[in-house]
């Protein structure tokens, strides 16, 4: 994930990042001091585990987005990232939430309820697993959760009830704000300067007038449980799990009602794939005008129109995002990338927004607003990370097989040794043997001059050395082996009789257990380090270059 989110940074610059939830997968489970887990799996993990993975998290996308900030590719006030949508495994779902894990979500990533003016588009962030509480029975006192009062749970679903109260002047303040931003307005009005007499009725109004933005910006809403829809409505060719089924016998349409296709609509323990009918009606009738909705949860790209809902463009369109994770049941992970185009003029008005000329020539609200989109969506695909592992593993078996069959034909034509088969000293003698035992040997002076003049050896200088095997060596007191050694090979002398007779096979049977000869162990071990030198020889480059990949780019 941090190679794919330094690639995007690098290639695409986005000006702006959204989270659309489920940050951590066990974020619920890891519990901050003072609350215990009913589960004993998950009682070893504490507040210490989760902030280990929360600073995993800004390791992998918090430091490249401010990396690439610093290296003044944005140096405007409007570059963000926003990561504090909470998702069921951030927090839990509904009842299932415990107030101590959302409020520490919310200080270490941000209120999950919040407006931000973006591209001259109007983004409402909404805390839709928390508004998931709302009718549920609270589990300390079986009370539901829609009644307002001691022993519900409305602790859990009553700051985003009311967020959604205020949206309409929250909305307004945040749009002003960005209005003046925008077009370098000052931040307070211009006051009257001016004198009034005590008795003057303008002293009862205002002395100055309040600036009313006069743009209505397109809203989009993030939302990490998918809104409403029917069973069995189809999520379009873009899903990966399971295209969609196309009708029989009409080319490039598909079924209208394709359960494979959609998102399952059920619920369980700390989870529900969509929002209930009453919650979402709520959200869209608060929240009003909504053109966009993207939400998450699913790990799968879903799109679908919302017909039943009341929106300027005929119909809500909402797209579940993939998981931008391989790990999460998609082989091809993903993300979805937005273009927003929606100038203002002078007058704050859009470039959606519709002329208020309806004579003969104007065109339609709705159809003037279609041939004016402000914003373009793109699935962009990730690498699919199992199949380049698996081609790894193909490579690597592949590569190990020919390095084999390699040292196996080269140990096949490979020239015996030359001690296998022959000696370059003779290691025996052959004569016959006599019944006279052989004369004692006579030491001889160290200083010792033969006749032809030339002097023995000092043995105190140098000693022959001792023979490896039980077959090669003299068999005689070891006092004087060295003199008599040398003697015999200067005299014909009757002391050679006493070196043992050691047969050919002897030899042979001694090599091949040192490891030296052609017998079958000797064999297989000198393949096995052979075999070894190979894969050292091509796999250590081969590793140090992928590393330095991995780090290059």
Same mark, same amino acid.
């Given at each position: 994930?941090?190679?794919?989110?330094?690639?995007?940074?690098?290639?695409?610059? #986005?000006?702006?990042?959204?989270?659309?939830?489920?940050?951590?997968?066990?974020?619920?489970?890891?519990?901050?001091?003072?609350?215990?887990?009913?589960?004993?799996?998950?009682?070893?993990?504490?507040?210490?585990?989760?902030?280990?993975?929360?600073?995993?998290?800004?390791?992998?996308?918090?430091?490249?987005?401010?990396?690439?900030?610093?290296?003044?590719?944005?140096?405007?006030?409007?570059? %963000?990232?926003?990561?504090?949508? #909470?998702?069921?495994?951030?927090?839990?779902?509904?009842?299932?939430?415990?107030?101590?894990?959302?409020?520490?979500?919310?200080?270490?990533?941000?209120?999950?309820?919040?407006?931000?003016?973006?591209?001259?588009?109007?983004?409402?962030?909404?805390?839709?697993?928390?508004?998931?509480?709302?009718?549920?029975?609270?589990?300390?006192?079986?009370?539901?959760?829609?009644?307002?009062?001691?022993?519900?749970?409305?602790?859990?679903?009553?700051?985003?009830?009311?967020?959604?109260?205020?949206?309409?002047?929250?909305?307004?303040?945040?749009?002003?704000?960005?209005?003046?931003?925008?077009?370098?307005?000052?931040?307070?009005?211009?006051?009257?300067?001016?004198?009034?007499?005590?008795?003057?009725?303008?002293?009862?109004?205002?002395?100055?007038?309040?600036?009313?933005? %006069?743009?209505?910006?397109?809203?989009?809403?993030?939302?990490?449980?998918?809104?409403?829809?029917?069973?069995?409505?189809? @999520?379009?060719?873009?899903?990966?799990?399971?295209?969609?089924?196309?009708?029989?016998?009409?080319?490039?349409?598909?079924?209208?009602?394709?359960?494979? +296709?959609?998102?399952?609509?059920?619920?369980?323990?700390?989870?529900?794939?969509?929002?209930?009918?009453?919650?979402? +009606?709520?959200?869209?009738?608060?929240?009003?005008?909504?053109?966009?909705?993207?939400?998450?949860?699913?790990?799968?790209? @879903?799109?679908?129109?919302?017909?039943?809902?009341?929106?300027?463009?005929?119909?809500?369109?909402?797209?579940?995002?993939?998981?931008?994770?391989?790990?999460?049941?998609?082989?091809?992970?993903?993300?979805?990338?937005?273009?927003?185009?929606?100038?203002?003029?002078?007058?704050?008005?859009?470039?959606?927004?519709?002329?208020?000329?309806?004579?003969?020539?104007?065109?339609?609200?709705?159809?003037?607003?279609?041939?004016?989109?402000?914003?373009?969506?793109?699935?962009?695909?990730?690498?699919?990370?199992?199949?380049?592992?698996?081609?790894?593993?193909?490579?690597?078996?592949?590569?190990?097989?020919?390095?084999?069959?390699?040292?196996?034909?080269?140990?096949?034509?490979?020239?015996?040794?030359?001690?296998?088969?022959?000696?370059?000293?003779?290691?025996?003698?052959?004569?016959?043997?006599?019944?006279?035992?052989?004369?004692?040997?006579?030491?001889?002076?160290?200083?010792?001059?033969?006749? +032809?003049?030339?002097?023995?050896?000092?043995?105190?200088?140098?000693?022959?050395?001792?023979?490896?095997?039980?077959?090669?060596?003299?068999?005689?007191?070891?006092?004087?082996?060295?003199?008599?050694?040398?003697?015999?090979?200067?005299?014909?002398?009757?002391?050679?009789?006493?070196?043992?007779?050691?047969?050919?096979?002897?030899?042979?049977?001694?090599?091949?257990?040192?490891?030296?000869?052609?017998?079958?162990?000797?064999?297989?071990?000198?393949?096995?380090?052979?075999?070894?030198?190979?894969?050292?020889?091509?796999?250590?480059?081969?590793?140090?270059?992928?590393?330095?990949?991995?780090?290059?780019?």
């Amino acid at each position: 994930m941090r190679k794919s989110f330094s690639l995007l940074q690098r290639h695409l610059d #986005p000006t702006t990042v959204f989270f659309l939830g489920d940050l951590f997968d066990g974020g619920r489970e890891w519990m901050p001091p003072g609350l215990a887990n009913s589960d004993p799996r998950w009682r070893r993990y504490g507040e210490d585990f989760w902030v280990k993975e929360y600073r995993r998290f800004g390791n992998i996308f918090f430091n490249e987005w401010l990396r690439r900030g610093f290296e003044g590719y944005h140096a405007d006030i409007h570059r %963000k990232i926003l990561a504090s949508l #909470p998702g069921n495994h951030d927090l839990g779902l509904g009842s299932g939430i415990r107030l101590p894990v959302r409020k520490r979500f919310n200080a270490f990533l941000g209120e999950g309820n919040r407006i931000d003016v973006i591209g001259n588009h109007t983004f409402v962030s909404l805390d839709t697993v928390s508004l998931s509480a709302k009718g549920q029975p609270d589990p300390a006192t079986g009370r539901q959760g829609a009644v307002d009062g001691e022993g519900s749970n409305r602790d859990i679903w009553g700051p985003v009830e009311d967020f959604l109260t205020d949206i309409n002047e929250t909305k307004t303040r945040v749009i002003e704000r960005a209005s003046r931003s925008l077009f370098n307005r000052i931040e307070n009005s211009l006051l009257f300067h001016e004198v009034l007499d005590i008795e003057d009725p303008l002293i009862t109004k205002s002395v100055h007038t309040a600036y009313t933005p %006069k743009a209505d910006l397109p809203t989009v809403l993030l939302t990490h449980v998918p809104l409403y829809r029917a069973a069995g409505t189809p @999520c379009g060719p873009l899903r990966e799990r399971f295209p969609p089924s196309p009708k029989p016998g009409e080319d490039g349409k598909y079924l209208d009602n394709d359960p494979q +296709n959609a998102i399952k609509v059920e619920a369980g323990v700390q989870y529900q794939n969509v929002l209930t009918p009453e919650i979402s +009606n709520e959200i869209i009738e608060k929240v009003g005008d909504v053109e966009f909705v993207f939400s998450g949860d699913d790990h799968d790209y @879903c799109e679908v129109v919302h017909r039943g809902y009341t929106s300027p463009r005929g119909g809500i369109r909402e797209i579940t995002v993939k998981s931008f994770s391989w790990a999460m049941g998609v082989r091809e992970p993903g993300f979805l990338m937005l273009s927003l185009w929606n100038p203002l003029d002078e007058k704050d008005r859009g470039h959606a927004a519709p002329s208020k000329d309806h004579g003969r020539n104007s065109e339609p609200k709705q159809e003037q607003q279609q041939q004016h989109p402000t914003i373009q969506t793109h699935l962009c695909l990730l690498p699919d990370q199992l199949s380049i592992f698996i081609r790894y593993l193909v490579l690597l078996i592949i590569t190990l097989l020919l390095l084999l069959i390699h040292t196996i034909r080269d140990s096949g034509h490979a020239n015996p040794p030359p001690y296998a088969n022959a000696h370059v000293l003779p290691l025996s003698s052959s004569k016959p043997k006599s019944d006279t035992p052989p004369p004692s040997p006579q030491r001889t002076p160290h200083n010792h001059a033969q006749s +032809n003049g030339l002097a023995v050896r000092s043995t105190g200088n140098r000693t022959r050395a001792a023979s490896p095997m039980a077959g090669y060596g003299y068999t005689g007191d070891n006092s004087h082996t060295t003199t008599t050694s040398t003697r015999s090979l200067l005299h014909d002398d009757p002391l050679d009789e006493r070196w043992n007779e050691v047969s050919i096979r002897d030899d042979h049977h001694h090599l091949r257990r040192a490891g030296g000869g052609r017998g079958f162990a000797g064999r297989v071990g000198e393949m096995g380090r052979e075999f070894r030198r190979n894969v050292l020889f091509v796999g250590v480059p081969v590793v140090v270059w992928y590393f330095y990949l991995v780090r290059r780019f």
